[in-house]
């Protein structure tokens, strides 16, 4: 088994005797992780109740060096994070929330509006960590590579760095929420960010009140899971 | 700590007593198990070099349900996954890519495109695992929550599950490469899926020949990680 501290050595060159020695070193995850993984995976959830416990500072920045260890398309690192602890900024944002989230109930009508209306669907008003995460389309690295077709895969690999994220909080005890009921634009000048920047994700981070294996809108009767035979498809 | 065969469990009242008892069944990640899910996010690479050896297809599909077990907007479960093992469509997919790269190669010049040159960005001709993942804006689930303001949330959660599917994939000693360098819409038409579901990655998987810590695009010199540090704002 490796050790963390040793994940310094690389440069392997690609003949075969070198590749086993590299092969010795590599961790190997075995059973007991493999389960522990999967439980993880079981029980990250969209946390929207929070305790006040504070989050110690350091925590969030070993969470966003491990989000900056995901993929991102020709290396370009587009993900730009930013902790928003000022007040005024926070209220913008939960009156941004506010407002489209009335404009959304409005759209449901009779039994499908008394359930949104019921649904808590962001914990903005006690997550004591909040982090705006953008895509920043000028990143200076990269050299463009990989997205000349599919230019989408600057977002996506921000959402990419966000996922590991979510499962590295939940390592830590720590329950992040995703906000997606905001006008990205007003987000930007809420926090006085760059207009090119494009919100990709507001979260609510802090330690959960709850927790558990299912999907809140699951336990609220509004969507339940599927069984993940539908979406596999054979070609 | 939970075993897995217990994780059906659930539907918890939010009275202090209840939370308590679930927070005595949920399960901890010690230390030791955050060292490894930090070694695992380490050794996770972007793999474009894969072994002969087939993979089971136990293992697709527990990789596959892993996935699935990732948030997505409203819980729509949009995620679409295609497991293309038809010759003539993998041969279609491998043509689509030398065509867009060769264009990509084209549009640098002097060192870069001597550089562009020399790397290998895909592992079409070898993964034995070839899946095509897809977003279905049509997905029956979810009744549109949470995506007004920010439609494309519904590509963002399939993102979510491809990240988990790319650790899940490392835990059992498999590789995963993302092709990005491929028009879409060609993918679509060579799969024969519907026109309306949106290709969001095409994803090679197989046993890795070599194992690193460090993205191939570094040490091929094209782009290197920068400090996580200045990917921080504070607001």
Redesign the interface.
């Known amino acids: 088994m ?1 050790t ?1 501290s040793k ?2 050595f ?3 060159k ?1 003949d075969d005797a070198e ?1 086993d020695m ?2 010795e070193q ?4 075995d059973p007991v ?12 959830r ?1 946390v929207r109740r929070f305790k006040a416990d504070l989050v110690d500072a350091a925590e969030i ?1 070993q969470l ?8 991102s ?5 587009p ?8 007040p005024e ?1 926070r209220a913008a944002v939960r009156d941004n929330f506010a407002h ?1 989230n009335a ?2 109930l409005a ?2 009508s009779n039994n ?1 509006a008394a359930l ?1 209306a019921r649904l808590k ?1 962001a914990g903005l008003e006690a997550a004591p960590v909040q982090l705006a995460v953008f895509a920043d389309p000028n990143t200076p ?10 230019p ?2 600057l ?2 690999s921000v ?2 760095a ?3 994220l ?3 909080a ?4 720590l329950g992040v929420g ?1 906000v ?5 634009e007003l987000v930007n000048e809420a ?3 760059p207009a090119t920047w494009r ?3 507001y979260l609510c981070v802090g330690y959960p ?7 809140e ?3 609220a009767g ?5 069984d ?1 035979a539908a ?5």
Chains 1, 2 share one sequence.
């Open positions: 490796m963390l994940l310094d690389t440069h392997v690609r590749v590299v092969h590599t961790p190997f995850f992780f493999r389960d522990k993984f999967d439980a993880l995976v079981q029980w990250r969209d920045d966003i060096a491990q989000a900056c260890l995901s993929p398309v020709g290396n370009c690192q993900w730009r994070f930013v902790l928003v602890n000022d900024m489209f404009e959304a759209a449901y499908r949104y669907l690295y990269g050299h463009g590579l990989g997205r000349r077709t599919m989408e895969m977002q996506y959402v990419g966000i996922q590991t979510w499962l590295a939940r390592t830590r005890g995703w997606s009921i905001l006008d990205p926090l006085d960010v919100l990709i994700a009140l709850e927790e558990h294996t299912d999907p809108l699951q336990r509004w969507q339940g899971r599927v993940p979406f596999l498809f054979r070609r």
